[in-house]
C-alpha cells in the first residue's frame, strides 16, 4: 500500500493547482489524511487534515487552499488557489488511522510533488 501524490508544477504568481494524493492498495475509509509542505531551510508546514470530523486549514493558507476527497474514498485532494512564490515547496500527503487531526504517527505517507511558484 502506498499514497502517490501529482498535481504540481511551475506556476505564475496568481495561478491554482490542484494537487492529488492516491491512495494504492488502500482507501481512505476509517483515515484522516493531511497534506504538508517543506520549503528549502524551512520547517515542515501542515496545510490541511480532512477526516470524518470534517476539514481544517493552517491560518497561512485559509482561504486559499481547500482539501476535499472524492466519493470512492481513494483520492484527496488539494486546490490550491491565488498561489504566492511563498507557496513553492514540496507538497505531501500522509494517511492517519488514529488521528482525526493529522498529528503524531501516521501510517502512509507520500514521496511528495514539488510546487514552484513565480513572481
Known amino acids: 500500500a502506498q499514497l502517490v501524490e501529482s498535481g504540481g508544477g511551475l506556476v505564475q504568481a496568481g495561478g491554482s493547482l490542484r494537487l492529488s494524493c492516491v491512495a494504492s492498495?488502500?482507501?481512505?475509509?476509517?483515515?484522516?489524511v493531511g497534506w504538508f509542505r517543506q520549503a528549502p531551510g524551512k520547517e515542515r508546514e501542515r496545510v490541511s487534515c480532512?477526516?470524518?470530523?470534517?476539514?481544517e486549514y493552517a491560518d497561512s493558507v485559509k482561504g486559499r487552499f481547500t482539501t476535499s476527497i472524492n466519493y470512492a474514498k481513494t483520492t484527496v485532494y488539494l486546490h490550491i488557489d491565488n498561489l504566492r512564490p511563498e507557496d513553492t515547496a514540496v507538497y505531501h500527503c500522509?494517511?492517519?488511522?488514529?488521528?482525526?487531526?493529522?498529528?503524531?504517527?501516521?501510517?502512509?505517507r507520500g514521496q511528495g510533488t514539488q510546487v514552484t511558484v513565480s513572481s
Open positions: 480532512i477526516s470524518d470530523g470534517g476539514t
Open positions: 500522509r494517511a492517519y488511522s488514529d488521528s482525526y487531526y493529522c498529528v503524531n504517527d501516521w501510517d502512509y
Open positions: 492498495g488502500f482507501t481512505f475509509d476509517d483515515y484522516a
